[in-house]
């Protein structure tokens, strides 16, 4: 499968780029495949995270990856950084959601 015109895809589920335990030989996961597969930047979950969590995480996500109305996938990291770091300030966030 060709997904190189693909340049990005956030993959919100839980535990989306953690390989199988029942396998620690093998190393792909869901998010290593579909950038094998083509795709440039890929988002991923290592951790369980509660929906409330995503949702909130997702939108300071993206607010980072398109604040000039534009999405550019080259700010994924930096954008990604940013929604983590600002869960993590959170008081009202969970300890083991931040």
């Not at 693909?6 to 029942?22: I, K, R």
């Not at 950038?35 to 890929?42: E, H, N, P, T």
């Not at 929604?83 to 931040?98: E, T």
Request: with cysteine.
């Amino acid at each position: 499968m060709d997904l190189s015109l693909h340049q990005f895809a956030f993959l919100s589920a839980c535990e989306t780029a953690v390989g199988d335990f029942a396998m620690p030989d093998e190393v792909i996961h869901l998010a290593a495949g579909l950038q094998f597969a083509g795709v440039k930047s890929v988002v991923g979950t290592l951790w369980k995270v509660t929906d409330s969590t995503v949702q909130r995480l997702v939108e300071a996500f993206y607010k980072n990856l398109c604040g000039d109305g534009k999405m550019n996938s080259k700010r994924a990291a930096q954008a990604l950084h940013q929604a983590v770091h600002s869960l993590a300030r959170d008081k009202d966030m969970p300890l083991d959601q931040r």
